[in-house]
């Protein structure tokens, strides 16, 4: 297998972009050599499988959705109340429906997993990992809420996510922001 690191995260890159326009189906080495723009087999010389290429791109999916320091700095600053923790959460939703294809990538993996044992156990680690960074940043962080509000505030706006990306005519913009507001509101206690 070729090591060049930029040369493999371009071509999981790639492969996010082919899982969210494709599926799981079209996810091809063929495919992603394409939308890399590389030469054919390449993708080939640097996975040994196509299930290492699902794999790899599940964990590439959590590595770009991570916020950046700069976010989590103002994350930190000012009074940490409702106010904040509803700022915090129109912040997440709008970095996730930012790289939407990494999120509609991530539920093709997601049905791709139950096919797939490998993948479902490299998913399973990740979300439940992505979960206790949640839990553990809320605990830390002096925000109103506990645990369960957390767990609670994270399976409704990953549901919320999955309308305004693949049925955007369900809620409109302005509902889709009131309707985080009001999940804070009734689900974070002061």
């Not at 599940?58 to 700022?87: N, V």
């Not at 979960?131 to 706006?157: E, F, K, R």
Request: charged share 30%.
């Amino acid at each position: 297998m070729r090591k060049n690191p930029e040369r493999r995260q371009a071509l999981v890159d790639a492969a996010i972009e082919v899982l969210a326009g494709e599926g799981a189906r079209g996810l091809t080495f063929r495919a992603v050599d394409a939308q890399a723009e590389v030469p054919i087999g390449t993708a080939s010389n640097y996975f040994a499988s196509r299930d290492d290429l699902l794999t790899q791109a599940g964990g590439r999916i959590y590595e770009r959705l991570l916020p950046d320091e700069a976010t989590l700095a103002e994350a930190r600053s000012g009074p940490q109340d409702r106010a904040r923790y509803a700022a915090l959460m129109h912040e997440l939703v709008d970095r996730i429906i930012a790289f939407n294809t990494g999120f509609l990538a991530l539920l093709e993996l997601r049905l791709e997993s139950t096919r797939r044992p490998e993948l479902r156990e490299v998913l399973t680690r990740r979300i439940r990992a992505d979960i206790q960074d949640n839990v553990d940043y809320h605990a830390a962080s002096g925000l109103p809420g506990d645990s369960t509000a957390v767990v609670l505030l994270m399976l409704s706006l990953n549901w919320l996510i999955v309308e305004r990306l693949t049925l955007p005519g369900v809620f409109t913009d302005k509902e889709a922001h009131d309707l985080v507001d009001v999940l804070v509101e009734r689900l974070v206690r002061e």
